[in-house]
């Protein structure tokens, strides 16, 4: 299997596990709260760090689905600002990047 094809493969297990994590946190931000005002604010608190780790987990999910079209198209390790070749390393840290270090300066 080629470096490209076993990179989607992750890829898409990666984009699966952020689908769970979304599901996981939609179904606890639509319980209900308490009806001890306390602890409503406790939950209040706890809901507003699962919608941004929600957010978060979305954010990367698209951006590993454009990782996913470049690498579909042939593109996948080209800078989009550049057109040079983002250096192996740093896909290796951070496979959905689009530019090289250069340009992300």
Do not use: W
């Amino acid at each position: 299997m080629s470096d490209l094809a076993n990179l989607r493969k992750n890829l898409i297990a990666r984009l699966e596990e952020l689908g769970h994590r979304v599901d996981v946190f939609e179904s606890g931000l639509r319980e209900p709260l308490d009806a001890d005002f306390a602890e409503q604010a406790t939950q209040m608190e706890g809901a507003e760090v699962a919608s941004a780790l929600e957010h978060s987990a979305i954010l990367e999910a698209q951006h590993i689905k454009a990782a996913i079209a470049r690498i579909d198209a042939g593109s996948y390790g080209e800078c989009t600002k550049c057109g040079s070749d983002i250096n192996p390393a740093r896909l290796e840290v951070l496979p959905y990047a689009t530019e090289c270090v250069k340009c992300a300066a």
